[in-house]
């Protein structure tokens, strides 16, 4: 297929009764925010990711609606609206359980002929920019909504539903490809990657989660390209990482990171360590498999219990190995973690707050794996005991961890009887725990100039 896509092609407009949307699957809020721009005179549609899944059946995560109101002309029409962005000014309406996104239709990036006159435009700044590599750092020019669709990254994800007259409208190919399940680039998949390389990630987020095949054309341009992914903004790839596995399907992204080259520009220390390292692979994919059963099962996962999730493994032996060379294993554990937040931090931004916590789970677990345990309410008690908590039940159920302790633990904090151990705890009950001023140690800086997290360890015995 060539890349003309949109250009020359007429929008295929499915009338209501030809598609299975329902406005019985649309959020309240956005019903009601497409009636209100429509009845104030304004084009409202829904677009993006909601069309494609309300087609394939599936519940979406969110509902994202573009008008060709202007941001001020959303802001006038609603009280609990916000403008946000820098890049992309866009409305955010804010109901009691969820936030909308309201955005006015955009137009795609200029030519290059098209770029060229704007920037030698005397009327102020460009409102498109592009970097010397080809990158996008600016995009805020309103169009219409042909071009609005046509800046999408994936044909499937460029499906509008127009509240009008409640059809469906697709400017590219992107009912074909859904009912294909194919994943297409709109557009050259090279220019597109090259605008913004976080497309890339993207691609493998929609082909792992949905279930799609990358076309041909695109996924050998992804591979290709697959190392300019460190020219995206660290923060963004951030936001990306964290979508691509915390979405439950985790253990589907892994080959498709190795195998266009992400996974190597991503994370360089995981991509070695994982090299001819056949039990380590085994323990990563069991850790993504356990990562997805939380999430299919709703049970809440934070930035930081997937790092520990994904990287754990890696870094305990790197403990293990400084504690081996007679590095007592706190300290050991702080220079691994420093060393692999430094590594990481290159490419993708992580708060300093989640590098912490990531180095509180890890350092937690000594103190769970003592059996009995001391002063296990005090334990239990610590802040990132739930996630170190969590992160053991991880490793259980993925048969890399004791199942014994995290019976004594579930049997300590549901008030049953304790697995009998050894010695009986000292305090083994939350109610039992003796009231005692403790001396707080000072602990070295640590290395990696972030805030110390308590540790674990460092609970005198009582
Ligand atoms: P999810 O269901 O996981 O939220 P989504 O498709 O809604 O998937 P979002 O990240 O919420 O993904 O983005 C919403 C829409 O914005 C996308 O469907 C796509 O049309 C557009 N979009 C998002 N990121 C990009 C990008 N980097 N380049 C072009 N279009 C994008
Ligand atoms: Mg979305």
């Not at 964290?242 to 589907?252: C, I, M, Q, V």
């Not at 509180?360 to 908590?389: D, K, N, S, T, W």
Request: glycine content about 6%.
């Amino acid at each position: 297929m060539g890349y003309a896509i949109g250009r020359t092609m007429q929008p295929r407009i499915i009338p209501r009764k030809e598609h299975r949307v329902s406005r019985k699957q649309v959020s309240p809020n956005a019903l009601r925010t497409l009636y209100r721009l429509r009845d104030q005179g304004f084009m409202a549609y829904l677009v993006g990711g909601c069309v494609r899944d309300l087609l394939l059946e599936r519940t979406p995560k969110d509902f994202d609606i573009a008008t060709d109101a202007t941001p001020g002309e959303i802001k006038r029409l609603f009280r609990n609206c916000r403008l946000v962005g820098r890049r992309f000014r866009l409305a955010h309406l804010h109901f009691q359980d969820e936030i909308l996104e309201v955005s006015t239709f955009r137009a795609a990036a200029p030519s290059v002929e098209e770029e060229d006159q704007e920037e030698d435009s005397p009327h102020g700044p460009p409102r498109h920019l592009k970097n010397d590599d080809g990158m996008v750092l600016r995009d805020n020019v309103f169009g219409t909504p042909e071009e609005d669709a046509l800046r999408r990254d994936f044909t499937i994800n460029a499906l509008a539903y127009n509240i009008a007259d409640f059809s469906v409208i697709d400017y590219t190919t992107g009912l074909v490809d859904l009912e294909e399940r194919l994943l297409r680039t709109i557009g050259d998949p090279a220019l597109r990657f090259t605008e913004d390389p976080v497309r890339m990630i993207r691609a493998v987020r929609f082909a792992a989660s949905h279930d799609f095949v990358i076309e041909p054309a695109a996924w050998d341009t992804l591979c290709a390209l697959s190392a300019t992914i460190s020219r995206a903004s660290p923060a963004r790839l951030y936001e990306e990482i964290l979508k691509l596995f915390l979405k439950g399907s985790a253990r589907r992204v892994l080959p498709l990171l190795e195998g266009s080259g992400l996974l190597e520009a991503l994370f360089p220390d995981l991509f070695r360590w994982l090299q001819g390292n056949h039990r380590g692979r085994a323990m990563l994919l069991a850790g993504l498999e356990g990562l997805d059963e939380q999430v299919h099962r709703g049970s809440p996962l934070s930035p930081a219990l997937f790092l520990a999730a994904v990287f754990g493994p890696m870094l305990e032996e790197a403990v293990l190995l400084r504690s081996r060379d007679g590095i007592p294993h706190l300290q050991a554990l702080h220079e691994a973690c420093a060393l692999f937040l430094e590594g990481f931090c290159r490419v993708v931004t992580i708060p300093g707050r989640v590098g912490s916590q990531l180095r509180g789970i890890l350092a937690a677990q000594p103190a769970l794996h003592r059996m009995p345990p001391r002063r296990p309410a005090a334990v239990a008690r610590r802040l990132e005991f739930p996630e170190a908590l969590t992160y053991l039940r991880l490793k259980v159920e993925t048969n890399q961890g004791d199942g014994k302790v995290l019976a004594w633990w579930d049997a300590f904090l549901s008030g049953g009887p304790t697995p009998v151990t050894a010695e009986s705890p000292v305090d083994s009950a939350p109610a039992k725990r003796r009231k005692r001023k403790r001396k707080r140690r000072r602990r070295p800086n640590s290395p990696s100039g972030m805030p110390d997290v308590p540790v674990l360890q460092e609970i005198p015995e009582g």
